[in-house]
C-alpha cells in the first residue's frame, strides 16, 4: 500500500483552500453522470476527518438538486468545484483530483463509476469514507 501523504489543492482563483489526506498513489473514480460529465470532475472520496478546509469557507455556494443529499460547493468567485459532500457518501468528502497542487501524487489508478445509473451503483462507494 502507497504511503499516505497531505495533498493540498484549491480552486482557480486561489481563494479556496484545503488539504485532504489521501494515498500517494490513489484509486479516483471517474463518473458518467450528467454533472460530473459536464465537469469532468474525477472523484478522490475521504472520510470527513481526512478532510481540512483551509481558507475561502466565505465564499462558497451551493448547489444541490434531485435528493438535496450531495452538497455541490463551489468558489462564487472562478466557479470551481474543487470538492464536494456526495451523495453516496454523505459522511466524508469527494476532492476533485484536477484541483489538487503538483508534487504529492505519485500515481493515479482510475476507476469507471456508472454514475448515470446511481440508484444501482451508489451504494458500492459507501465503504470510501468510513476511517481507516
Request: charged share 25%.
Amino acid at each position: 500500500m502507497d504511503d499516505w501523504v497531505t495533498h493540498r489543492g484549491g480552486c482557480h482563483c486561489g481563494r479556496v483552500r484545503f488539504e485532504v489526506r489521501a494515498p500517494a498513489h490513489p484509486r479516483v473514480l471517474r463518473c458518467n453522470c450528467s454533472i460530473c460529465r459536464m465537469t469532468g470532475f474525477e472523484h478522490l472520496i475521504v472520510p470527513a476527518a481526512d478532510f481540512r478546509l483551509l481558507q475561502g469557507q466565505d465564499v462558497l455556494s451551493c448547489y444541490t438538486f434531485n435528493t438535496g443529499v450531495a452538497r455541490h460547493l463551489f468558489c462564487r468567485i472562478c466557479g470551481i468545484k474543487s470538492f464536494y459532500v456526495p451523495r453516496s457518501n454523505p459522511d466524508g468528502w469527494s476532492v476533485n483530483l484536477r484541483c489538487l497542487d503538483p508534487g504529492t501524487l505519485t500515481g493515479v489508478d482510475y476507476e469507471d463509476f456508472d454514475g448515470r445509473n446511481w440508484e444501482r451503483a451508489g451504494h458500492t462507494l459507501a465503504a470510501l469514507s468510513r476511517p481507516r
